[in-house]
Structures are given as C-alpha cells and as structure tokens.
C-alpha cells in the first residue's frame, strides 16, 4: 500500500480521530469529569449509529466501545456535536442532489363503484345534452345526469357552461334503471378551472399594474345604479358618497377576480373602484363587487 493510500485509509483516518480524542479526554481528565450521565451515553450510542451507518469508515464496534469507557463526558459531547454535524450534512447533500422537480400530474380516466353503488368517475365530455353529459371513460362511454340539485364546480360556472372536450371529475350513484348511467351529485369541470386559473392571475396582474400609477382604492355601497351608463352613487364608511363613472375599457371583476358580468351588479352591493378622483367624482379603471361569489 502506498503511503499515500494509507494516509487516507479508513483505518488511518479512525485511528486519527482516535488520537485527537485521546488528547481531548486527557485534557478533561486533569479537570475531574468523568462519563457518568446519562445524556453522555446517549450521546456515545448516537456517534455509534453514525459510525456504523457509514459504513465506508468500517470501524469495529469493540474500538469504539473502548472509547466509550475512557472518554469524559465533555469529550464524548464534543465528538457527538461533530459527528451529528457531519452526518446531518451528509444528509442534505443527498437531498439536495436527488429532491425531483414537482409536475402537475397528467389528467387521467378514473373510475370507482363502491359496494353501496356511489362512484367517483373522472373523463372526457364527448357530448353535452340539456341535463346530462356523455363521458368517455373506464369502460366507454357513460351518461352522466346532472340534476339541479347538483352542485357544479368550479364557482360560476354552469352545467350548460360545459363543452365537448372538457375533462370533468363526478361524483354520485349508479342509476338503478339505466345502464352506464350515473346520476351526479357534483360535477367538477377541470378545463374550466384551469381556464379560471390562467384568468385570476392575469386580471391581479393587471390590477397590480395599474396600482403602480397611483389610483385611488374606495369601497362602498353601490346606490342609484345605472347599468346601461355604467354609472352609480358609491358611499364609504364614513357617509361620504361619489359619483362613480366606469372608463372606457375598465376592468369588471367578481370577488374572486374572475371576470364580471355587470348585469349581476345590484344596489346595495359592497364594492371596490381603483381611479381617479376629483372632488366627489371618481373615473374608476377598475370595477370589483365583493358582494358578487
């Protein structure tokens, strides 16, 4: 063997740390403390794990436990902060090197019957009927009834609002008279909230950016609308109310910034406007009524 090889052999490199504990426990030694608590042997069986677990060191347990019998405690609580350093470095180094780069998962047919008959069933809308979707999934082709009482996600849309195309998630029972038939009890159109999704961050990010320009944000209740000027009378907590005006091109936004039909707006609606204002007037940019879900 080498002397260069044995320099950096596991045997030279135990017996290297050996040595330097050695000179530790004498120096301790000379002030009286001995390995007596009980956190002191913890400590030496955690250093032993360590040991064994790198197994590349390939160190005896017999030399270790000699010095587990001569070493101070000070010593062994010394050595025992080292090792787990090391240890919790070798760690992350191997986290750090294997974590993956987290994906949406790819949209996949589903479908469950429990005993009892309810279903989870998850695929794409071929065709869309007043009252029912035809979903092509496990098994082919199957009807889905979609009645009013149904709860149908994401918020604001519709039944009606569903297309050929759309992956959707079901939830619900086998029909007891229809083959392939399920009547739903909730609808998720994934496409949709995926569309939803894509438009919230745009209509914040356009907010945000008109926020830079320094407009003024008030909110009020709405009074004395006019749906067709697109004009109202917008009072704030402390009683003081503004005539409000819509800019051409403004932004109309629900409460969960998705777009707005202003048709839903009503009088006694809690609203935002972002605008200019000048006296009790205001030319709002952007329109949100947090009353509308």
């Given at each position: 063997m080498s002397k260069a090889s044995l320099r950096s052999s596991p045997q030279i490199i135990v017996y290297n740390i050996y040595n330097t504990v050695s000179i530790a426990r004498q120096s301790s030694h000379?002030?009286?403390?001995?390995?007596?608590?009980?956190?002191?042997?913890?400590?030496?069986?955690?250093?032993?794990c360590i040991l064994v677990t790198l197994s590349w060191w390939r160190v005896e347990s017999h030399l270790f436990d000699y010095w587990f019998t001569h070493m101070t405690q000070k010593t062994l609580v010394m050595f025992g902060i080292i090792g787990s350093l090391a240890f919790a470095g070798v760690a992350f180094a191997q986290?750090?090197?294997?974590?993956?780069?987290?994906?949406?998962?790819?949209?996949?047919?589903?479908?469950?019957?429990?005993p009892a008959g309810r279903v989870l069933l998850r695929g794409t809308i071929d065709s869309v009927s007043s009252g029912s979707v035809l979903v092509k999934s496990w098994g082919g082709d199957w009807t889905v009834n979609i009645p009013v009482s149904a709860q149908v996600l994401p918020q604001g849309v519709a039944a009606?609002?569903?297309?050929?195309?759309?992956?959707?998630?079901?939830?619900?029972?086998?029909?007891?008279?229809?083959?392939?038939?399920?009547?739903?009890?909730?609808?998720?159109?994934?496409?949709?909230?995926?569309?939803?999704?894509?438009?919230?961050?745009?209509?914040?990010?356009?907010?945000?950016?008109?926020?830079?320009?320094?407009?003024?944000t008030i909110q009020g209740t709405l009074s004395n609308l006019d749906a067709t000027a697109q004009?109202?009378?917008?009072?704030?907590?402390?009683?003081?109310?503004?005539s409000v005006s819509l800019a051409s091109g403004a932004k109309l936004l629900a409460n969960n910034w998705t777009t707005l039909d202003f048709t839903k707006v009503n009088n006694g609606d809690t609203v935002r406007v972002y605008?200019?204002?000048?006296?009790?007037?205001?030319?709002?940019?952007?329109?949100?009524d947090v009353s509308v879900k």
């Open positions: 000379a002030a009286g403390k001995s390995l007596r608590s009980a956190t002191a042997r913890r400590n030496a069986e955690n250093i032993r986290t750090t090197a294997t974590t993956p780069t987290v994906t949406a998962p790819a949209q996949q047919t589903l479908l469950q019957v429990s009606s609002d569903f297309k050929t195309g759309d992956f959707v998630g079901v939830q619900g029972t086998i029909n007891q008279s229809a083959n392939w038939t399920v009547d739903s009890t909730l609808v998720r159109d994934w496409t949709a909230r995926q569309a939803l999704n894509q438009e919230i961050r745009s209509n914040v990010q356009a907010v945000r950016e008109t926020m830079t320009s320094g407009p003024r004009t109202f009378t917008l009072t704030n907590s402390a009683g003081t109310a503004f605008g200019t204002v000048a006296n009790s007037a205001i030319s709002a940019s952007i329109f949100r």
